[in-house]
């Protein structure tokens, strides 16, 4: 026979009122305390979604890829080995080694292959025979890489000369040892652009003689008799080429021609002075 339905109703309304299934009194301050900080709806429209970010750091670095980046630690650190510029110029201090040739000094020649730091172009001077050495390459061990160079050297720094012309100590040259500077010459004006000058020039004066070579003088002797000093003298050869002398002025008549060469026997050269007196 089936259960009386009035008698399930009440099976029901006793379970829907159980205590454990109804929220109480606290539960609810509870839940209203903390949905108060809670944004509504509205508000959340102005926020990114899970989407908008997804899609704005596609685009972006992980951090293994950033691992290969320069940071400001390492940059600062790379930084601090640079040379400085003063006055746009790196101060020695800061030159690296073998940047600047080094002087260095030994006691005897024998003593230059104990220079083991050296590096090419270093010199070394001895003091034994105030010779210089450079090296020119390295190892500095090997006597056979240095390289005597006393006879180039002046007061152990700049290069002098060894030798002019093939001559050696104290040379003095002659026009004809010096053919770019008689071609200069050979486009100065002549004895007869010099006398029509002269005529321009008020109080001037012009001297023209000739001095004749023997072979050995240097020295030639020329009296214009122009009463001063301020002249202006010029020699020309046979061939009409200027020829440079030395001119001195001993007295207001004469001036004495030099040159370092004794002209050829025979050898002649007009000789044009142009005196101003006051």
């Known amino acids: 026979m089936n259960e009386p339905v009035y008698r399930t109703q009440i099976v029901m309304k006793a379970r829907a009122t159980e205590p454990e299934h109804v929220p109480t009194k606290g539960d609810m301050d509870a839940l209203k305390a903390a949905l108060a900080d809670k944004a509504d709806a509205g508000a959340l429209a ?3 979604t899970k989407v908008d970010m997804a ?4 685009d972006k ?8 980046y320069v940071t400001e630690a390492a940059l600062d650190e790379e930084m601090a080995y640079k040379a400085d510029l003063v006055n746009g110029v790196v101060p020695v201090s800061q030159m690296p080694p ?3 040739p080094a002087n260095l000094t030994v006691a005897a020649e024998a003593d230059l292959v104990t220079l083991e730091h050296a590096i090419p172009n ?3 001077k001895v003091k034994e025979t105030g010779e210089i050495w450079l090296l020119w390459k390295a190892p500095a061990t090997d006597a056979e890489n240095w390289e005597n160079i006393t006879a180039l050297s002046s007061t152990g720094g700049g290069v002098g000369v060894e030798s002019v012309n093939g001559r050696t100590g104290a040379v003095t040259l002659d026009l004809p040892e010096l053919p770019g500077v008689r071609r200069a010459l050979d486009d100065k004006a002549a004895a007869s652009e010099l006398a029509t000058l002269a005529a321009t020039i008020p109080n001037a004066k012009i001297y023209t003689g000739t001095v004749t070579g023997d072979g050995s003088a240097v020295e030639f002797a020329v009296t214009h008799s122009l009463g001063t000093k ?3 003298v010029q020699a020309f050869d046979d061939a009409g080429n200027a020829v440079v002398f030395g001119v001195q ?3 207001n008549s004469a001036v004495k021609l030099t040159t370092a060469v004794a002209p050829a026997d025979g050898s002649t050269y007009r000789v044009v002075i142009m005196g101003v007196t006051a």
């Open 46 to 48: 102005d926020y990114p």
């Open 55 to 58: 899609t704005a750091l596609a």
């Open 61 to 68: 670095a992980d951090a293994a890829r950033l691992g290969g």
């Open 98 to 100: 073998g940047a600047i």
């Open 122 to 124: 270093d010199r070394a």
């Open 230 to 232: 301020s002249i202006l």
């Open 249 to 251: 002025t001993p007295s």
